[in-house]
């Protein structure tokens, strides 16, 4: 038993010089980016994000004496968080996340109903609140750097379905792409 402790003791010994061709350098000169819309991994990454790939998917309950068309706004579930970060790398940077709602939602017959008809709210009011304009390329939310630091916000998203329209029945899905720039 004593030779394997005294072995493994001599290889720890010898580990820093079979090692010292490594070098690890942490410093961010570059700017960078990021943002992460929806629940995913996000308690669980923090900011490294959800599975690449994975939607979350918002659903727009009518509840009992409310009726299609009749004008009462519907609200959706779950409440969706949205991160943004950047880091400016010593210069000047200006951040942008941009929305695309352009393909309207369709429903199993291929009947659409445009996305302004969906409207958000969000929790913090770090990023306004708004409704999707159903264009390429709307702005969510913008932010300069002009510090040595990176700057972030975490806000939380809560959809609305206006519900001022009678659409044919359905099960409506669709899809917003969210980007983000450095401009």
């Given at each position: 038993m004593r030779s394997i402790r005294l072995s493994f003791l001599l290889f720890l010994f010898f580990l820093p010089s079979l090692t010292s061709a490594l070098q690890v350098q942490i410093g961010i000169t570059r700017p960078f980016v990021y943002i992460q819309i929806g629940n995913g991994q996000f308690g669980?990454?923090?900011?490294?994000?959800?599975?690449?790939?994975q939607v979350n998917e918002v659903t727009f309950a009518f509840p009992a004496g409310v009726l299609p068309g009749d004008g009462t706004?519907?609200?959706?579930?779950?409440?969706?968080?949205?991160?943004?970060?950047?880091?400016?790398?010593?210069?000047?940077a200006r951040f942008t996340v941009t929305m695309n709602s352009s393909v309207p939602l369709v429903n199993g017959n291929g009947d659409p109903l445009p996305f302004n008809e969906i409207s958000w709210t969000t929790r913090d009011g770090?990023?306004?609140?708004?409704?999707?304009?159903?264009?390429?390329?709307q702005t969510l939310f913008s932010m300069n750097i002009a510090?040595?630091?990176?700057r972030g916000?975490?806000?939380?998203?809560?959809?609305?379905?206006?519900?001022?329209?009678?659409y044919p029945a359905g099960n409506y899905t669709g899809r917003v792409v969210y980007t983000i720039a450095q401009l």
């Open positions: 669980v990454f923090g900011l490294f994000g959800p599975p690449i790939g706004p519907i609200v959706g579930t779950p409440e969706i968080p949205i991160a943004v970060l950047g880091y400016r790398g010593g210069r000047r770090d990023i306004a609140g708004g409704t999707f304009n159903q264009g390429g390329a510090h040595p630091r990176g916000v975490i806000d939380y998203m809560t959809f609305r379905y206006d519900n001022d329209t009678v």
